[in-house]
Nanobody, 116 residues
Framework: QVQLVESGGGLVQPGGSLSLSCVVS?????????MGWYRQAPAKERELVAT???????TYADSVKGRFTISRDTLTNTLYLLMNNLKPEDTAVYYC?????????WGQGTQVTVGS
């Protein structure tokens, strides 16, 4: 059974940092897969935050460039999102995503709230 298990969300003050983790089933944790993070704020559509392309390059939404960093650990099958200098507009539910061999997989989501 394929699983994506996220952790690391929470409440943080503006300017603070959080790190999200997503443990991915080994069967789909491939360097040929698309892996990334999306987020969905209340009353808004889900949007791409950061991703590894199938070639291994990193891409970021303009709104998070220079503040967020996506990384992965092939030994533990874990995808990470390090978020620095967080802003209130970063408040959302964050989802990890893997696209592999024609299938799309989602994590359960983790809430990130930026506020005082």
């Amino acid at each position: 059974q394929v699983q994506l298990v996220e952790s690391g969300g929470g409440l943080v003050q503006p300017g603070g940092s959080l790190s999200l983790s997503c443990v991915v089933s080994q069967s789909i944790f491939s360097r040929h897969a698309l892996m990334g993070w999306y987020r969905q704020a209340p009353a808004k559509e889900r949007e791409l935050v950061a991703t590894f392309t199938s070639g291994g390059s990193r891409t970021y939404a303009d709104s998070v460039k220079g503040r967020f960093t996506i990384s992965r650990d092939t030994l533990t099958n874990t995808l990470y999102l390090l978020m620095n200098n967080l802003k209130p507009e970063d408040t959302a539910v964050y989802y990890c995503n893997v696209q592999y061999l024609g299938s799309v997989y989602w994590g359960q989501g983790t809430q990130v709230t930026v506020g005082s």
